[in-house]
């Protein structure tokens, strides 16, 4: 990830506003080759907007993952259930490979916070 530094010396993402809104990058490709940039413009746009789709869907992820653990708590249960979350690293090393193991890892402690 690219980033900038302000005068606080703070990095920031130039794909984020304050808020944490994503911002269209308006990066100029530089290539010199006006089809070529506009193909990655385009390419860029649709990427920031799946980047948007997905934090979304984490966030609805986190929440639904919240409703379970309240549920297996008040039911005198406990928070994690490890026979599942092996369930969700593999299914997502299936999907993805290795990577997809370490993408699953970090859902899952997003969701349900460190172990």
Same mark, same amino acid.
């Given at each position: 990830?690219?980033?900038?530094?302000?005068?606080?010396?703070?990095?920031?993402?130039?794909?984020?506003?304050?808020?944490?809104?994503?911002?269209?990058?308006?990066?100029?490709?530089?290539?010199?080759?006006?089809?070529?940039? +506009?193909?990655? =413009?385009?390419?860029?746009?649709?990427i920031?907007?799946?980047? %948007? &789709?997905i $934090?979304? @869907?984490?966030? #609805?992820?986190? +929440?639904?993952? =919240?409703?379970?653990?309240?549920?297996r708590?008040?039911?005198? %249960? &406990?928070? $994690?259930? @490890?026979?599942? #979350?092996?369930?969700?690293?593999?299914?997502y090393?299936?999907?993805?490979?290795r990577?997809?193991?370490?993408?699953?890892?970090? @859902?899952?402690?997003?969701?349900?916070?460190?172990?």
């Open positions: 990830m690219d980033t900038t530094t302000t005068s606080s010396t703070t990095p920031t993402d130039p794909g984020t506003v304050a808020s944490g809104a994503a911002v269209p990058d308006t990066t100029p490709a530089g290539t010199g080759d006006e089809a070529a940039d +506009a193909v990655i =413009a385009r390419a860029r746009g649709r920031d907007a799946l980047d %948007g &789709r $934090v979304e @869907l984490i966030q #609805e992820r986190m +929440a639904a993952s =919240a409703e379970v653990q309240r549920a708590i008040s039911a005198g %249960g &406990r928070r $994690v259930h @490890l026979a599942r #979350e092996m369930e969700i690293l593999r299914r090393r299936d999907g993805l490979g990577p997809g193991t370490a993408l699953a890892m970090t @859902l899952l402690e997003l969701c349900r916070g460190r172990v």
